[in-house]
C-alpha cells in the first residue's frame, strides 16, 4: 500500500500541453500580438482526460480508463492502451462522439498523453491462482494474496467476490455437511486443486480428475456446486464458476488457461454431443490448451493450467471411452447411492452456498504460504505413505494413484487446521481407496487386451487377407475358398505352415482401424504392449515393423506390423473359415484383383495368371514347378 501511494504522490508532468481544463471543457489559449498568453480561449471539446491505468500484475499488459463528458454527463470507458496510437485514437475519439476535427486532433492527444502522467495506477489480474509476481508465488482470486503490500482486484468475467460472511457459511458446513463423508470429500476435492497446483512440480500429474455419477437427484450436482463454493459463485449462470458439457471444446479451453489452484467443474456429462471421452479426456488432463495458429499464419501462445476438473453425470464417462489403464488413472469415479442425505439436505446447501460463498480458497492459500514449499512436500510425502499403507489390494499403477489420493488426504488435514471443520480425514480417504480398489478388476494388461481384439478382427475379415505358403505341405492339407479382393480391401497377409495360420502382418492403417473399433487411445503404446508380452515379430534389426509383401505379385514390400498367432486364435481363424465356406473344399483358388484384372493363386505353387473379368476364374494349363518356394 505505502509504494502505491509513493508512486501516486511522486508522479508529475514531463509533457507539454497547450490546453488547459476549465468547467467541463478543454481550451486553447490564443498567443496575443507580442507572442504573449491572451485571457482569450478558444474552445476545443467537452472535457476529457485519462484518470487510471490498470496494470496487470502478471500479464505486464496496460489498459487506461478515460474518463470524458458528452452533453453534459461525465462518462468512463477502459480501453486498451495501443488506443492511443494515431490512428486508433481519432476512430476511437469520433466513435464515443467526441468533436475531434483534423485541426484539433493534435491537440487532444497531447492532451491525453499529458493526463496519463499523473494518472492513478491501480494493480487488477485477470488470471486466477498460485502465479509469481515480483519473482515471488502469490495466489491471485478475488485479490491478491502474498508477501507483498499490493493491492490488486480480478479483472474478469467470473464472480469472484466474496458474498456473505465466513461465519454463516461455517455454520452451514457444521449443520449440513460435517459428519456426512460422502460431503465432506466433495468440499475437500474443491479445495485441493490450491495443493495440486502449488506441488504439480512433484506430481505425477498436475490436473486431476473427478466424476461424480449417480442417479438423478442423489446430490451429486449439489456435491459439486458444494466443491466450488469456497472460490466463488457456484452456479451455471452468467458470471457462476459452474459450467456445461455442451460447450464448445475451445470455449472449455478458454475458460481454464491460465488459472492455477482453481476448481473446474461440468455438469451433465450426458449432454455432450459425442458420449467417447477418450480424447477429451487426455487433452484436459494434459494441463496445456491446443496449439493453434493465428490469422498470419504464426503459432499462438500455448498457455497452463493446473487443479481439479469435476465431471457430474448419471453414466460412467469410463465405460463409454477407450480401453486404456492411462484413462482410469486419470479419472477417479465416484458413484453413491446418495451424495447428499435427504431432498432437504441439498436443498439447503445449495440456498447456503448461494448466499455465502467465496470465503475458504483465500484461507486455504494463505496457510500454505505460511507453511512453505519445503514443509509442504514433506507433509505431503507423509500423507502419501498413509495413503499407501491402507491400500489392501495394490497393483503396478499403485503410485501414480496415491499421489491423487495423498493430496486430497492432506488437503482435508490442512482444512481441519485452518478452519476448524474436524472432518474425518481417514474416512474420506478410504472412501477413495475403495473407488479405486474396485477399479483394479477392471484395469486390463494392455498387450494382452490389444492381441485379443487384433486377432477377433483378423479372424472376423480373414477374407481380406492373403494367405501365403510358408511350408510346401500345406498345400495337401489346407484348402482354400475363392477370394477377390480389390488393393483397397487387403488388410494384410496370413502366413501359414503345415500345422496351420502361424503369424499374420497388419499395415499400419489397418491395425489403426482395428484399434480404433475397439477405442485404444494410442497405437504405438499398444505396439510397446505387445512386445512387451512377446507377440509382436521384429526385423533382423529388432525394429517393430517388417518389410513385407502383401502377396506374391506386389511391387514392392512394404513395412507392416508381424504377430504371432497362438494356438487359440490359430483354431478360431480355421473353425471360422471353414464356416464361412459351409464345407471343406479342396483345390479351390483364391485371388486378389489388382489394376483392371485379377490375379489368381494356384494351390500348388501360387503361380499367377491374369483374368480379365474378376469373377470369371480360367484354370492354368500348366504350371512352372521352378517357381515353387521362396518369400511371397
Known amino acids: 500500500m505505502e509504494k502505491k501511494e509513493q508512486m501516486k504522490t511522486n508522479r508529475t508532468h ?35 482526460a485519462i484518470t487510471r491505468i490498470f496494470s496487470d500484475l502478471v500479464r505486464k499488459t496496460v489498459k487506461i480508463e478515460l474518463s470524458y463528458y458528452m452533453q453534459g454527463m461525465l462518462n468512463k470507458i477502459v480501453l486498451e492502451r495501443a488506443v492511443l496510437a494515431h490512428n486508433l485514437l481519432r476512430t476511437e475519439l469520433f466513435n464515443l462522439g467526441i468533436g475531434v476535427t483534423e485541426s484539433n486532433f493534435r491537440l487532444i492527444q497531447e492532451w491525453l498523453l499529458y493526463t496519463e502522467e499523473v494518472a492513478e495506477i491501480c494493480y487488477t489480474h485477470s488470471d486466477i491462482g498460485w502465479h509469481h509476481v515480483n519473482g515471488k508465488k502469490v495466489y491471485l482470486l478475488d485479490r491478491y494474496y502474498g508477501p507483498d503490500p499490493i493491492e490488486s482486484e480480478y479483472n474478469g468475467d467470473l464472480d469472484l467476490k466474496p458474498k456473505g460472511t465466513l461465519e454463516k457459511f461455517k455454520d452451514l458446513i457444521f449443520e449440513e455437511v460435517k459428519g456426512r463423508t460422502q460431503l465432506e470429500l466433495a468440499f475437500v476435492i474443491g479445495l485441493a486443486s490450491i495443493v495440486v497446483s502449488y506441488l504439480k512440480d512433484i506430481l505425477s500429474s498436475n490436473v486431476f480428475l473427478f466424476h461424480f455419477t449417480g442417479d438423478s437427484s442423489t446430490g451429486k450436482t449439489s456435491s459439486s456446486q458444494l466443491s466450488l463454493s469456497s472460490y466463488g459463485l457456484p452456479r451455471k449462470t452468467k458470471g457462476g464458476l459452474m459450467k456445461n458439457f455442451n460447450s464448445t471444446d475451445n ?39 491446443k496449439g493453434r495458429a493465428n490469422i498470419d499464419g504464426s503459432t499462438r501462445e500455448i498457455e497452463e493450467y493446473s487443479g481439479i476438473f469435476i465431471f457430474t453425470g448419471e453414466n460412467s464417462i469410463l465405460e463409454n471411452s477407450g480401453k486404456a489403464n492411462g484413462l482410469q488413472m486419470r ?13 432437504e439436505n441439498a436443498k439447503n446447501i445449495v440456498a447456503g452456498i448461494t448466499k455465502n460463498y467465496g470465503h475458504t480458497a483465500k484461507i486455504l492459500a494463505k496457510q500454505i504460504l ?15 505413505e498413509t495413503v499407501v499403507a491402507r491400500f489392501t489390494e495394490k497393483d503396478r499403477f499403485l503410485d501414480r494413484i496415491s499421489d491423487k489420493l495423498a493430496v486430497i488426504y492432506l488437503t482435508s488435514m490442512l482444512v481441519n487446521e485452518s ?7 481417514l474416512g474420506i480417504v478410504d472412501l477413495l481407496i475403495e473407488a479405486e480398489t474396485e477399479k483394479m478388476e477392471d484395469r486390463i494388461d494392455l498387450g494382452d487386451a490389444a492381441y485379443a481384439v487384433i486377432m477377433e478382427s483378423v ?14 505341405r500345406r498345400r495337401s492339407v489346407l484348402s482354400f475358398e475363392e477370394q477377390i479382393v480389390t488393393p483397397k480391401q487387403l488388410k494384410g497377409r496370413i502366413d501359414y505352415d503345415e500345422d496351420g495360420p502361424k503369424a499374420v502382418y497388419i499395415t499400419s492403417a489397418v491395425l489403426n482401424e482395428f484399434l480404433k473399433d475397439h477405442k485404444f487411445a494410442s497405437t504405438t503404446v499398444v505396439v510397446k504392449a505387445l512386445k512387451r508380452k512377446g507377440y509382436l515379430l521384429q526385423d533382423v534389426d529388432g525394429k517393430n515393423q517388417i518389410k513385407k509383401k502383401l502377396y506374391k505379385e506386389a511391387p514392392v514390400p512394404v513395412r507392416v506390423y508381424g504377430l504371432k498367432i497362438n494356438d487359440t486364435v490359430k483354431k478360431k481363424i480355421e473353425v471360422e473359415r471353414n464356416l464361412d465356406n459351409g464345407v471343406t473344399v479342396t483345390g479351390r483358388r483364391k485371388s486378389h484383383a489388382v489394376n483392371s484384372g485379377t490375379i489368381l493363386f494356384d494351390d500348388e505353387d501360387d503361380s499367377p495368371v491374369v483374368v480379365k473379368k474378376p469373377k470369371k476364374v480360367i484354370p492354368k494349363k500348366s504350371i512352372d514347378k521352378s517357381e515353387k518356394g521362396g518369400e511371397h
Open 331 to 343: 479419472v477417479t469415479e465416484l458413484s453413491f447411492d446418495a451424495w447428499t442425505s435427504s431432498p
Open 459 to 472: 479372424t472376423r475379415y480373414q477374407g481380406d487377407f492373403y494367405r501365403g505358403q510358408v511350408d510346401d
Open 14 to 48: 514531463r509533457r507539454k500541453t497547450e490546453l488547459v481544463h476549465k468547467e467541463n471543457g478543454l481550451y486553447l489559449s490564443k498567443k496575443n500580438d507580442k507572442g504573449g498568453e491572451s485571457t482569450e480561449k478558444v474552445f476545443i471539446c467537452e472535457y476529457l
Open 419 to 425: 478452519l476448524d471443520f474436524e472432518f474425518d480425514s
Open 370 to 384: 505460511e507453511i512453505g514449499e519445503e514443509k509442504l512436500i514433506q507433509r505431503f510425502n507423509d500423507a502419501k
Open 251 to 289: 470455449a472449455i479451453m478458454g475458460y481454464i488457461k491460465n488459472k492455477h489452484g482453481f476448481c473446474f467443474c461440468l455438469d451433465e456429462a450426458s449432454s455432450r454431443f459425442n458420449n467417447d471421452f477418450t480424447q477429451f479426456i487426455y487433452v484436459i488432463s494434459d494441463g496445456l490448451t
